[in-house]
């Protein structure tokens, strides 16, 4: 056979297989045999190519080869995608309406998911995501009084000479009608509670609480109330790849015991895909039933997960027990590895420096200086009674603020949390919204490995922070070749919280001299440190019999 010939079979092959390719990437969703066997065919082809490669043009065989490549690539990522279906078919937020008149169908948008989805992107941002145009979107949102009708993007006007002009204006969201001082005081009430947020984080709490200010104006505000710091916003944390099918599809829960001294633990569930903070609660114990309790107010309010990873903590086995008598067992339901590989541990440094770190140094000054002792049952009572639902307030502000701020999503422009967890499921499918509905699906082929970013180990910086807070840890990750999915033991955080001191009569006392005497509902940490002072002076008294 000539050169000429055998070119021809090779190139005939190869528009062949890329058809192959195209259909197998549409209709072997969750069938990782099959799409292995194409890819493998794949290789094949890239090999008997290499062999011919004296008959090829040049720039024609480095086309085919690269060609071959992104099918591999791209067969690969169709298995692991597929690892997960959604529950239900995709969502469907638009759909055409006949009016009776004549012309195209009008497409009608759902207005519950219209406003959401105006909260976190523009029309031109929707568009592309519903299959519609963004000039659909924008009519949709004037029916349904989402929007106001703007002025022209280009105006003709007559200046002071008396020639006209054309004026651009623009079609940027509305900022937010706050002054200087105002927006200072904002921003000196944010600080005062989340003294280490950054300009992201700043960003995100007050687009929160309803505010739409842009970024200089914020830098600006940030050095009149702290000061002009070294570097404003400026710490990078590096994202490492991470790959699961969407929202929903693995959930990361894990406890953090940085406050675990004065009996107090966090524990956090995060949606791996999108990084959006399910639920967060700090709890005076370390409890199964206090993170069951957690994930069913999550499942109230986002669905079940079709997956979860947690540690090898004994407060998890409720919520693994739980996991596989809803998703089904055999199939990883709930997924046992160490925090060294999850999605959260690289969340745990940024509760740290958003919270968790300001009541550390506020219970070690109350020890240092105004007479806590942590080893006595009745202060750490005393503590929590004080305190601890301030704390959960900081933590459920901070993961507003948290799904509210920008992230740095490659090949996309900045999107939050929230964003990526409402689009992706619209974009993905739906997982957890059926909760206890059976999904068809393919096992995954080695479960200890989904949902793990491998390269946390290299960074030092959470590693360290890792092991601050969970000194657990160090003696609990010995094993590298351990099983994810069955530990062979489990490790416990013991952590009971005291019982009451006082009679219902007396902690009513308490409860009336300090409202008395002191701010409770201040968020002023000084504040708080006259509350525990005034406080623990009026149990002593109760405790005496001086208080009657």
């Not at 058809?19 to 045999?33: C, F, I, K, Q, W």
């Not at 300009?199 to 109330?225: C, E, F, N, W």
């Not at 967060?280 to 079709?306: E, F, K, M, Q, T």
């Amino acid at each position: 056979m000539d050169a000429e010939q055998r070119l021809r079979n090779l190139r005939d092959t190869y528009h062949t297989f890329h058809d192959e390719v195209l259909s197998a990437l549409r209709t072997m969703v969750g069938d990782p045999p099959s799409l292995h066997a194409i890819r493998d065919r794949a290789l094949a082809l890239a090999s008997a190519a290499e062999i011919h490669q004296a008959i090829f043009p040049p720039d024609e065989y480095a086309t085919l080869q690269t060609s071959l490549t992104d099918m591999v690539t791209a067969l690969d990522l169709a298995c692991h995608d597929s690892m997960d279906p959604p529950d239900s078919a995709p969502l469907t937020v638009a759909h055409r309406v006949h009016t009776g008149r004549r012309g195209r169908p009008r497409i009608e948008i759902d207005p519950q998911f219209l406003r959401a989805a105006l909260d976190l992107r523009g029309p031109t941002g929707i568009a592309p995501e519903i299959g519609v145009s963004a000039r659909t979107v924008r009519r949709a949102a004037l029916r349904a009084g989402l929007v106001q009708p703007g002025a022209p993007v280009f105006q003709s006007r007559m200046n002071a000479t008396g020639e006209v002009e054309v004026v651009h204006t623009s079609t940027a969201p509305p900022v937010s009608a706050i002054s200087d001082a105002e927006l200072d005081q904002l921003l000196a009430s944010t600080l005062e509670v989340f003294p280490q947020f950054g300009r992201r984080m700043i960003r995100g709490h007050l687009k929160s609480q309803g505010y739409h200010v842009p970024r200089d104006r914020i830098t600006a505000s940030y050095v009149r109330v702290h000061g002009a710091p070294a570097i404003f916003g400026d710490r990078q944390i590096s994202r490492k790849k991470y790959r699961v099918p969407g929202p929903m599809s693995l959930a990361h829960l894990d406890g953090q015991h940085g406050l675990i001294r004065y009996k107090i633990v966090i524990h956090c569930i995060i949606d791996g895909y999108s990084r959006f903070v399910l639920g967060i609660r700090v709890h005076n114990n370390n409890r199964g039933a206090s993170v069951l309790r957690l994930l069913l107010d999550v499942i109230a309010l986002h669905g079940c997960p079709s997956r979860m990873r947690g540690d090898h903590g004994v407060e998890n086995i409720e919520v693994a027990v739980y996991m596989e008598e809803v998703r089904g067992s055999g199939r990883g339901s709930f997924i046992w590895g160490s925090v060294h590989n999850t999605r959260i541990e690289r969340l745990w440094y940024d509760v740290t420096h958003g919270f968790g770190k300001k009541w550390k140094v506020f219970f070690l000054d109350l020890e240092t200086n105004h007479g806590l002792n942590p080893t006595r049952p009745g202060h750490i009572w005393l503590l929590h009674h004080l305190f601890l639902a301030s704390i959960n307030r900081d933590a459920e502000e901070w993961a507003e603020a948290w799904n509210s701020h920008q992230l740095t999503v490659r090949r996309q422009r900045e999107r939050s949390p929230r964003d990526l967890f409402t689009f992706g499921m619209l974009r993905e499918g739906p997982r957890g919204i059926s909760s206890f509905l059976a999904a068809e699906e393919e096992e995954i082929e080695d479960i200890n490995e989904y949902g793990i970013d491998w390269e946390v180990n290299t960074e030092p910086e959470l590693i360290a922070h890792l092991l601050e807070n969970n000194p657990h840890e160090r003696v609990n990750n010995t094993d590298p070749f351990a099983s994810a999915s069955t530990p062979a033991n489990l490790s416990e955080v013991l952590c009971e919280p005291p019982g009451c001191p006082f009679t219902p009569i007396q902690l009513q006392l308490l409860d009336e001299h300090l409202n008395s005497s002191v701010d409770l509902f201040s968020r002023n940490m000084n504040v708080r440190r006259l509350v525990w002072i005034e406080a623990l002076q009026i149990a002593q008294d109760i405790q005496a019999g001086n208080l009657r």
